[in-house]
Nanobody
Framework: QVQLVESGGGLVQPGGSLRLSCAGS????????IGWFRQAPGKEREGVSC????????YYADSVKGRFTISRDNAKNTVYLQMNSLKPEDTAVYYC???????????????????????WGQGTQVTVSS
């Protein structure tokens, strides 16, 4: 069955960096879109960045554009989220999600609609604080 496992979260000072990993199993990454979402306490889950793993098309939320970079390694069935210049407002539990590419209109739509994703990881906590 499809499984997603996130890793790489932790505590970092403002301005610092972290790299999150989303390791997939039970499916072939080439045929899927993978998204990073986050949920802060008391807030709704929101799309941060998404990628279609066949052609590498990407989408970024305005709040992270220029600071975060999503990438994939299809050979390792893994998607990464490099997070630089972290801010306290980036503090949240970060989840990765997967959906077959054929089921979404666009990579932007995946990030914009949480319900489009079929599979979810367990989440990893990112805390940005001095």
């Amino acid at each position: 069955q499809v499984q997603l496992v996130e890793s790489g979260g932790g505590l970092v000072q403002p301005g610092g960096s972290l790299r999150l990993s989303c390791a997939g199993s039970g499916f072939i990454l080439d045929y899927y879109a993978i998204g990073w979402f986050r949920q802060a306490p008391g807030k709704e889950r929101e799309g941060v960045s998404c990628i279609t793993c066949s052609d590498g098309s990407t989408y970024y939320a305005d709040s992270v554009k220029g600071r975060f970079t999503i990438s994939r390694d299809n050979a390792k069935n893994t998607v990464y989220l490099q997070m630089n210049s972290l801010k306290p407002e980036d503090t949240a539990v970060y989840y990765c999600a997967a959906v077959p590419t054929r089921r979404i209109p666009s990579v932007q739509s995946m990030c914009g609609m949480v319900r489009l994703s079929d599979y979810w990881g367990q989440g990893t906590q990112v805390t940005v604080s001095s």
